[in-house]
């Protein structure tokens, strides 16, 4: 398989640049953000850190597109046939 059909990327990409992608993910951790102080044109702590968290995971999947857009796709392991797969025994 070359990896694209009908202008689709099919299978899997790997690269040490998905690791990236684990950095938005640190806005599940509240008990980082929970406060009120310091305070951004009035807005507390919480809210602004959360709005700018949303800018850094736009930032974070923008660089993993960057830097993977071109990385070849692997399809995974051989897909089966209706007819090789295993319906089990008959009685």
Do not use: H
Not at 17 to 24: G, K, R, T, Y
Not at 28 to 52: C, E, K, M
Request: some cysteine; glycine content about 8%.
């Amino acid at each position: 398989m070359s990896g694209k059909a009908a202008g689709k990327v099919t299978g899997l990409r790997y690269s040490p640049w998905n690791l990236i992608l684990l950095i938005p993910l640190a806005i599940l951790v509240t008990p980082l953000f929970n406060s009120d102080r310091p305070r951004l044109i009035g807005l507390p702590f919480f809210y602004w850190f959360q709005l700018a968290f949303v800018v850094v995971g736009v930032l974070c999947v923008g660089i993993v597109y960057v830097m993977t857009r071109d990385k070849p796709t692997t399809t995974g392991a051989d897909k089966l046939s209706v007819d090789d797969l295993d319906e089990g025994e008959t009685r």
